[in-house]
Each structure stands twice: as structure tokens, then as C-alpha cells.
């Protein structure tokens, strides 16, 4: 009886340790996730410009902008004039692009 508890602990010790390996050996095998990636390029903003009838600077003569090309932070975004105006003329956070029809 006397070897029954040094077996038990050798045992233990044991599967302690398959566990530990087993658990290094898995974790070398996750993958890490694929990055989030918020496209701020201005080949973007360009491409919304242009699919919008937008312009930068002077606007066309006679036309009242109704949309507007900014970035609040999220990215370009298709927002309205006022939006635009806000960040223009009132200092609102954001970046203005430019103005569309």
C-alpha cells in the first residue's frame, strides 16, 4: 500500500504535464484574426467624388450643393450639405472632401 500514493502522484504529474504540452502544441496552432482595415485612401475619396458629381474648391455657378463627400472618423463618407457645412464654416469634428450636387 505503502507504494500506492507515490503512483498516484506520478500518475498525476504525468497528466499535468501531457496536458501542459498539449496545450502549448494547440496553442501554436490558432491563427490569429485577420485585421480590421477602414479604407481612408484618397484614391477612395477620389472614386466618391467622382461617382458623385462632387467638386473641391469653387463649386459650379448656380449650384447649390445637397451632399457632401466627409470623414468623421469612421472613414469617407456620402453625407448631406449640412454636414459639410458644419465642418466647413462652424468648425465641427470631421474632414470635408468636398460638395456634390
Same mark, same amino acid.
Given at each position: 500500500?505503502?507504494?500506492?500514493? /507515490?503512483?498516484?502522484?506520478?500518475?498525476?504529474?504525468?497528466?499535468?504535464?501531457?496536458?501542459?504540452?498539449?496545450?502549448?502544441?494547440?496553442?501554436?496552432?490558432?491563427?490569429a484574426p485577420a485585421p480590421v482595415h477602414v479604407d481612408t485612401s484618397a484614391? /477612395?475619396? &477620389?472614386?466618391?467624388?467622382? &461617382?458623385?458629381?462632387?467638386?473641391?474648391?469653387?463649386?459650379?455657378?448656380?449650384?447649390?450643393?445637397?451632399?457632401?463627400?466627409?470623414?468623421?472618423?469612421?472613414?469617407?463618407?456620402?453625407?448631406?450639405?449640412?454636414?459639410?457645412? &458644419?465642418?466647413?464654416?462652424?468648425?465641427?469634428?470631421?474632414?470635408?472632401?468636398?460638395?456634390?450636387?
Open positions: 500500500m505503502t507504494n500506492f500514493p /507515490r503512483a498516484l502522484r506520478a500518475f498525476v504529474l504525468g497528466a499535468v504535464i501531457a496536458v501542459f504540452v498539449l496545450a502549448v502544441i494547440l496553442a501554436d496552432r490558432t491563427e484614391d /477612395r475619396v &477620389a472614386a466618391m467624388l467622382d &461617382a458623385n458629381d462632387c467638386w473641391t474648391g469653387e463649386g459650379p455657378k448656380g449650384v447649390i450643393p445637397g451632399h457632401s463627400v466627409v470623414d468623421l472618423g469612421a472613414g469617407p463618407e456620402y453625407r448631406s450639405s449640412e454636414v459639410g457645412f &458644419a465642418i466647413w464654416l462652424d468648425g465641427k469634428p470631421g474632414r470635408l472632401f468636398g460638395f456634390c450636387r
